[in-house]
């Protein structure tokens, strides 16, 4: 299974950037998707998770700004980022997690390599 990630750049202030994340391999159903990110000198957070009911939650510092959206069908996750900030800026990771077979309720997690995201004017 690999994680393509891709979308992350440089942005002034109050820009938007997309983040997609699209994940291959022998996939069977994607169980969860969320999106990591991680600042020089600070612990990886979560930043925003979809599940396979639809169901989505934010951290409270990207509420209102991020979206994440799932694309079941080329097994893909986006974050839209809109006004972005300074502290935006971070290594932002994709965090999947699906099953293999029909026949399995084991769910494999992978993480995608990290994409950069630079909020600066």
């Known amino acids: 299974v690999q994680l393509q990630a891709s979308g992350g750049g440089l942005v002034q202030p109050g820009g938007s950037l997309r983040l997609s994340c699209a994940a291959s391999g022998s996939i069977f159903s994607i169980n969860h998707m969320s999106w990591f990110r991680q600042a020089p000198g600070k612990q990886r957070e979560l930043v925003a998770a979809t599940t396979s009911d639809g169901s989505t939650n934010y951290v409270n510092s990207v509420k209102g700004r991020f979206t994440i959206s799932r694309d079941n069908a080329k097994n893909t996750v986006y974050l839209q980022m809109n006004s972005l900030k300074p502290e935006d800026t971070a290594v932002y990771f994709c965090?999947?997690?699906?099953?293999?077979?029909?026949?399995?309720?084991?769910?494999?997690?992978?993480w995608g390599q990290g994409t950069q995201v630079t909020v600066s004017s």
């Open positions: 965090y999947v997690g699906f099953t293999t077979s029909p026949r399995s309720t084991t769910v494999y997690s992978y």
